[in-house]
């Protein structure tokens, strides 16, 4: 019997494991939906999640993406397949629900991170995986659509540890079996595949053209990127000369097919087309990288900097104020943890999630009993006002005052600063004729004519429209 060597299995189930933990959040958005408010038995979550992400991929070999609300579109039939009693508002929500869980919605739209169990030598050690499934991207004109990241696309093809390059050699590899077997049915699914393939290859190359677009100094351009920029063009050259040689056997099948198998040669016919095209244009954008590169580097390299560079906040602060005695660096710790970890929002790209959220309504406030520990704790007056009492009895008392003929507000306002009247009762004055100017069922409004006076409000504390004033004599 022969003996395994100890590194072997170990990397093995590690290397498993990543890809079984990469499927966690799937799993959890089907697990965790009793807790949810909804009634959503019948319905499998992670097969709306799986249909989402194929819509996705689908459009997004279009080179645009899915909105949020065409995604909901598509998913709600199946929503009604599931559960044919829900009402169309209710399979609505089923569906944004879905597309909410795979942008992680419940946790800000952070990443999903994905523990598990690694073997390094001797020692097992606690890893952790961070990955998007969905993510939001603006096109040129302002819309905003939802694109699958690149591990969606691997959990989607279920290749998970097989690098891109060696997937596509392999998909090209069956489908040209599959092909010559005269198995047409086989080799359309396969296509398929191999589009999902030439999608993420084409991700990947944009990721790395991106990062250098946007900062050159997040890239080793010089032994990573021109590397694997070497290894993309001989890799798509060979994928270019492989696609011509399948278009060339679909095209002769394709002639002496009969029936039966035309539609499914012309809809084979076109997948791989696509992935020529594709493949094609991402030969013509590697070709000028370098150039573009050395391009960015010399306008980010020479664009105008602040004279003074911001600190390293790791080098030059935390580990300066590790090395101070405890005393000090208590007294410096809640400015420290406000600089490293100051509150970051994540982007709100869609206005209208933006609006609901603030539109929500307000939690129920628990009402129990305070704690013993917590007792100590200053009780404050909500009902504190900013005005009081004795300003509001003031304010009636100017309003009575006012002559019963025409007068600016401007003008009264002078008069009364000029009284000694405090600023603040000159404010609630205002905000009180504002809350009568428009407004017919104040009850104020039948002892009052106010109107606009056309001409600006000049005043040291108050801009706007002037105001005409007219307090009404009864009629006996």
Not at 92 to 109: F, I, Q, W
């Amino acid at each position: 019997m022969s003996e395994v060597a100890p590194d072997n299995w170990q990397d093995a189930v590690t290397r498993r494991l990543r890809t079984l933990v990469r499927l966690g959040p799937l799993h959890r958005i089907e697990a965790v939906k009793v807790h949810r408010d909804d009634d959503l038995e019948g319905i499998d979550l992670r097969a709306l999640c799986l249909r989402a992400l194929d819509l996705t991929i689908e459009r997004m070999g279009l080179g645009t993406g899915m909105t949020h609300d065409e995604l909901c579109d598509e998913l709600e039939p199946i929503v009604g397949r599931m559960r044919p009693d829900l009402s169309p508002a209710e399979r609505r929500g089923v569906a944004e629900a879905a597309v909410l869980d795979l942008l992680n919605e419940r946790d800000r739209r952070r990443e999903f991170r994905e523990r598990y169990a690694a073997f390094d030598g001797e020692r097992v050690v606690h890893r952790e995986i961070c990955l998007r499934l969905l993510r939001e991207s603006e096109l040129g004109d302002g819309t905003i659509v939802l694109k699958a990241t690149t591990e969606a696309i691997n959990i989607y093809a279920g290749m998970l540890e097989y690098p891109v390059e060696d997937a596509q050699i392999a998909e090209e590899a069956v489908l040209r079996s599959q092909i010559h077997r005269g198995l047409i049915a086989d080799a359309v699914k396969t296509a398929q595949r191999y589009r999902m393939r030439s999608i993420e290859y084409e991700q990947k190359i944009q990721a790395y053209l991106e990062t250098a677009r946007r900062d050159v100094t997040q890239v080793d351009w010089i032994h990573e990127v021109l590397a694997f920029l070497a290894g993309a063009r001989a890799h798509l050259e060979d994928r270019q000369r492989h696609d011509h040689d399948l278009l060339r056997s679909i095209e002769d099948r394709l002639d002496a097919a009969g029936d039966s198998d035309a539609g499914a040669l012309a809809r084979l016919r076109d997948t791989v087309e696509e992935c020529y095209r594709r493949h094609m244009q991402l030969h013509g954008r590697i070709i000028p990288a370098n150039q573009d590169y050395l391009r960015e580097q010399d306008r980010q390299v020479f664009r105008p900097r602040l004279a003074a560079s911001y600190p390293d906040l790791e080098a030059d602060v935390l580990r300066t104020a590790l090395e101070l005695p405890a005393g000090a660096l208590a007294a410096l710790a809640d400015g420290l943890l406000a600089r490293f970890q100051p509150p970051r929002p994540p982007p709100q790209l869609r206005l209208c999630t933006l609006i609901d959220k603030l539109l929500a309504p307000r939690r129920a406030s628990d009402d129990t009993e305070v704690a013993p520990e917590l007792a100590d704790l200053e009780t404050v007056d909500a009902t504190r006002t900013y005005f009081t009492a004795d300003d509001h009895a003031v304010v009636e008392d100017l309003l009575t005052s006012l002559p019963p003929q025409e007068l600016l507000l401007s003008t009264w306002f002078a008069e009364l600063r000029a009284d000694g009247v405090e600023a603040r009762l000159l404010r609630l004055l205002g905000l009180r004729l504002l809350a009568l100017f428009g407004n017919p069922d104040d009850p104020l409004a039948r002892r009052y004519s106010i109107r606009s006076s056309g001409r600006q409000f000049i005043d040291p504390d108050f801009s706007g429209d002037d105001l005409v004033l007219l307090r009404k004599v009864p009629t006996p």
